[in-house]
């Protein structure tokens, strides 16, 4: 069908009416009129959207996937009906499949185009924003979100936006990794796969420093000569990026974002920051706790700050993977006190390293990183493994220092301490014991030849026993640390294997393996022996029918911390979102224990045909506490009239605070509502019978519920994860709030007892949202 007007159609529509005669002839000249057969997809769930779409005739069918392969039908559009811009809006992947019912003429106009008049024009964006808010209510969408999101996810390649995906803008980011002499340089541009320049200067402070620098097209390496600083350093490596010939860029001023990469953050951080001065002080005062690199972190990000001061620069840190850590796995068996003063506790590192690997493995199993247990072990020069329970880490081998833990090139790991004191009391000084464990101990030592495991195992090969012993001792460490994490994460899904000896060393993985087989852990060693990963690619080298999967992911750090840059300064939120933050106060709630049972479980505690009695509602609408109650068992004690709340769920939770769990003598671990599985079980109690749950014990992540209507209000989006203020008398920042948006949720911030009592909480008070520390993409 031939489209005479288009301008005159693009002005029938409501939004369009509001564009400007400019803007009009704008969108009529980027646009382009496509005829579709009856049963064409227009767009899929899970692609990136480009365009929007306008139906000029015909009829184009929305659905979502239902149960097994049957689609569900949500809506049809007709005639003057936009879509394709609520993802083009939010930079998200598409969530639902656009298909044609009929012979069909639709209009595309090209994504920036659209979004650009849009974004510059504040009646249509305010429509826009209605448009958006009446498709989420009408069709129910946020009920959905999550099995949509998760269905994307599976559909995406990238899920978790390790290639950038959701830039909603192109943006070149550059990775700066200072060290004491080194300083790694590293640019992506968020519209391609591989970075454009890779760089690296070493032996800055001496006579003869020198230059490598990588492109996707060449590799030169280059003698500099002397370079007697880090500022120094920074001029050549400003040169080579903006060299004309590798045209990184034309200018180091085009960067908007710039991520340092921070090895301590002294468990000040939960996670990446934007560097302002409080945050450089609070990074310098932690310095004495990585005294070897945050002192050339700091100076690496006032360089930069004095070279670029209008980009926003990022703090990526190696340790805030593992804030999560739980205080059973963190803390020191030493006086609380000196522990307190100076600040001693187990904070670990390689944590970027080990979260991109964990967001690889889940994205190559296409499965939620929130279903998986998963073990990951990373083997270069540095080492240690991490246990990684539904995406946060539970443990990790290094400790307060990189020393603790695995053996390493040059780093013993774990030793007694009272050998230090032996060493000391023959008389060898600090200086020389810390450079004894730093620089001469782990395969190095062991071997007497050299910290190079290719060089170990070629030596091992022609019958050298103390290179033969290095290699046992390093194995053998490593099974230890499998062993003790599987069983600290209550089962195992995913072993992963990153960095040099991890990646690349067959011989390695397959002495690590034996012995695993009896729980369900073997791997083909056909494969493992042949697997080469390169960048960017996973390998699976486990047997086919092998209950735990184990994957080779070859480490990428600067991805990992350019893609947590971007998503930082992505949510820095506009001076008017902050001002929603400051002037919206949360009701806090402190939620005491309690039960959710599935119908069926109830009527096996209080008799068949038997409905739980509402006896006052909850603050959420529709759901109440019960007059029943339960007594639960645990193998240590009991507790008594555990309330139940209503109204029946799909499964039955038990929610418990830190300090109910010690009383009941179990373990169970922090998990968002519903997320069950692998969790410990408990016996309870009704008035007409008993049953044993095998799972749902939970200490529940603490988390705020608000409505669609609020979650706009705010620019949140569920799941995302806040940081909120509680002021007063012991005023408190709770981190790690998730948040939950439903459109029949009322706002209200849950905490446990334990929590609320830190924070004297009272019927009543209310808290602020400060900032938003975490959004995943999914
Ligand atoms: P870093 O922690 O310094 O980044 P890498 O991750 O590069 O270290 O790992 C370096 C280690 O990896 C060295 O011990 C090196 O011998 C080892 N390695 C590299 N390739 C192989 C290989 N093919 N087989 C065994 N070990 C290897």
Redesign the pocket.
């Known amino acids: 069908m031939a489209v005479n007007d288009l301008k005159a159609f693009f002005q029938s529509n409501p939004l369009m009416a509001l564009f400007s005669d400019e803007e009009l002839d704008e969108c009529v000249k980027a646009s382009e009129v496509v005829e579709f057969a009856a049963g064409v997809d227009i767009e899929k769930r899970g692609e990136t959207h480009n365009s929007s779409w306008i139906v000029y005739d015909g009829e184009v069918g929305v659905s979502i996937p239902g149960e097994g392969v049957t689609e569900e039908l949500l809506t049809k559009l007709e005639k003057g009906r936009i879509f394709g811009d609520m993802s083009v809006f939010t930079g998200n992947l598409v969530a639902f499949d656009f298909k044609t019912t009929q012979p069909s003429t639709l209009v595309r106009i090209p994504r920036p185009v659209f979004m650009g008049v849009v974004k510059k024009n504040p009646a249509a964006t305010l429509q826009f924003t209605k448009n958006l808010t009446e498709i989420v209510f009408h069709l129910g969408l946020y009920q959905k979100e999550h099995e949509i999101r998760e269905a994307a996810m599976l559909a995406s390649p990238d899920p978790y936006d390790l290639y950038f995906t959701s830039a909603s803008e192109p943006m070149k980011i550059s990775v700066i990794n200072c060290g004491s002499s080194s300083l790694k340089y590293t640019i992506f541009d968020t519209t391609q796969r591989d970075p454009l320049i890779e760089g690296t200067i070493e032996r800055i402070g001496s006579a003869d420093a020198h230059h490598k620098v990588v492109t996707p097209t060449s590799k030169k390496s280059v003698s500099l000569g002397a370079v007697p600083n880090m500022e120094k350093a920074f001029e050549f490596m400003v040169a080579a990026i903006s060299d004309p010939a590798v045209g990184a860029v034309r200018d180091v001023r085009e960067f908007k974002a710039v991520g340092h990469r921070v090895t301590h953050g002294g468990g000040l951080f939960n996670g990446p920051v934007i560097i302002d001065d409080q945050v450089l002080e609070q990074i310098r005062s932690v310095s004495d706790l990585a005294p070897l690199h945050n002192p050339y972190n700091i100076e690496g990000i006032e360089l930069f700050r004095k070279l670029l001061p209008g980009a926003k620069q990022v703090a990526v840190f190696d340790n805030t993977f593992h804030q999560t850590i739980p205080p059973a796995a963190a803390t020191y068996a030493l006086p609380r006190r000196l522990c307190a003063e100076e600040r001693i506790r187990r904070y670990g590192f390689h944590g970027t390293n080990h979260e991109y690997v964990a967001l690889n493995a889940a994205t190559f199993l296409k499965k939620p990183l929130s279903e998986l247990k998963m073990i990951t072990c990373h083997?270069?020069?540095?080492a240690s493994v991490c246990a990684i329970d539904h995406g946060r880490s539970i443990d990790t081998s290094m400790g307060m220092t990189p020393l603790e833990g695995l053996v390493m090139?040059t780093r013993p790991g774990d030793v007694d301490p009272g050998v230090i004191f032996h060493l000391l009391r023959k008389g060898r000084s600090a200086e020389e014991l810390e450079n004894i464990f730093n620089k001469d101990s782990g395969?190095k030592g062991i071997s007497g030849l050299t910290?190079?495991?290719?060089?170990l195992?070629a030596a091992a090969e022609n019958g050298d026993a103390h290179a033969l012993n290095a290699i046992s001792v390093f194995c053998y460490r490593i099974k230890k640390y499998i062993g003790a994490y599987t069983v600290a994460l209550g089962g195992l899904d995913v072993v992963v294997f990153t960095?040099?000896?991890g990646?690349?060393?067959p011989?390695?993985r397959a002495r690590i393996f034996q012995g695993f087989e009896a729980f369900g852990m073997t791997i083909d060693h056909r494969i493992n022996r042949d697997a080469r990963p390169e960048r960017g690619q996973v390998v699976d080298i486990a047997e086919p029918n092998a209950k735990v999967r184990v994957l080779l992911i070859p480490?990428d750090e600067e991805r990992m911390i350019a893609r947590n840059t971007l998503h930082t300064v992505g949510l820095v939120r506009s001076e008017a979102d902050i001002r929603v933050f400051k002037t919206t106060p949360i009701p806090l709630s402190i939620s005491a224990h309690h039960i959710h049972l599935t119908q069926e479980n109830f009527e096996l505690l209080f008799g068949r045909g038997k409905a739980m009695t509402p006896k006052s509602p909850l603050s959420q609408p529709g759901q109440f506490a019960a007059e029943e109650t339960v007594n639960l068992i645990g193998p240590k004690g009991n507790l008594e009239k555990v309330r139940i709340l209503g109204p029946a769920r799909k499964y039955s939770q038990l929610e418990i605070s830190r300090t109910e769990q010690f009383k009941l003598g179990i373990d169970p671990p922090i998990r968002d509502s519903g997320d069950i599985e692998g969790t410990p079980g408990i016996t309870v109690v009704g008035s007409q019978g008993q049953i044993h749950l095998e799972k749902g014990v939970i200490c529940a992540k603490r988390h705020i519920h608000m409505s669609t209507d609020d979650a706009l209000k705010f620019g949140l989006r569920d799941k995302d994860v806040v940081r909120v203020r509680k002021e007063g008398g012991r005023g408190l920042i709770f981190g790690d709030v998730l948040i939950r948006v439903d459109q029949n949720f009322r706002l209200d911030m849950h905490l446990d007892t334990d929590e609320g009592n830190a924070a004297e909480i009272k019927p009543g008070d209310t808290g602020y949202i400060e900032s938003i520390e975490h959004r995943r993409y999914i």
């Open positions: 083997l270069g020069s540095g090139g395969l910290n190079d495991m290719r060089e195992l960095g040099g000896i990646e690349n060393s011989e390695i480490a």
